[in-house]
C-alpha cells in the first residue's frame, strides 16, 4: 500500500522558514519523479517544486531563489526548504509522487499525501 505523508507545516513571521518533509512509500522510490504543490483557499492546486530521479529540479517562478527540493533515495524521502517566507505562500502544502513527467509542475502524479498547512503571517 502507498503511503505518502507530509510534515513540517507551521506558523512563522513573513521572512522565516520552515521546512516540510514527505516520507513516501512508493515502490523503487530512487526512481520516482516527486514533486511539491500548495493549495491556498479559494484558489487552484499549484505545482511548486519538482524532482526527477537523477536530482534535476524546476520551480515555480514565484519561489525561485526562497525554496528548494531536494530528496534522499536511502531514507526515501522528500524535502522543502523554505526561506524568506511570504504571506503569500500561505498554504496547504502536498507532496506527490509518480508522475511520468520529469520534473512536472502539473498535477500529473499518481500518489498524494493528505497535506500540511503553512501560514506565514506578516
Known amino acids: 500500500q502507498v503511503q505518502v505523508v507530509e510534515s513540517g507545516g507551521g506558523s512563522v513571521e513573513s521572512g522565516g522558514s520552515l521546512r516540510l518533509s514527505c516520507a513516501a512509500s512508493?515502490?523503487?522510490?530512487?526512481?520516482?519523479?516527486m514533486g511539491w504543490f500548495r493549495q491556498a483557499p479559494g484558489k487552484e492546486r499549484e505545482g511548486v517544486a519538482a524532482i526527477d530521479y537523477d536530482g534535476r529540479t524546476d520551480y515555480v517562478d514565484s519561489v525561485k531563489g526562497r525554496f528548494t527540493i531536494s530528496r534522499d533515495n536511502v531514507k526515501n524521502t522528500l524535502f522543502l526548504q523554505m526561506n524568506s517566507l511570504k504571506p503569500e505562500d500561505t498554504a496547504m502544502y502536498y507532496c506527490?509522487?509518480?508522475?511520468?513527467?520529469?520534473?512536472?509542475?502539473?498535477?500529473?502524479?499518481?500518489?498524494w499525501g493528505q497535506g500540511t498547512q503553512v501560514t506565514v503571517s506578516s
Open positions: 506527490a509522487a509518480g508522475s511520468s513527467i520529469p520534473r512536472s509542475l502539473l498535477p500529473t502524479y499518481d500518489y
Open positions: 512508493v515502490h523503487r522510490y530512487r526512481e520516482n519523479n
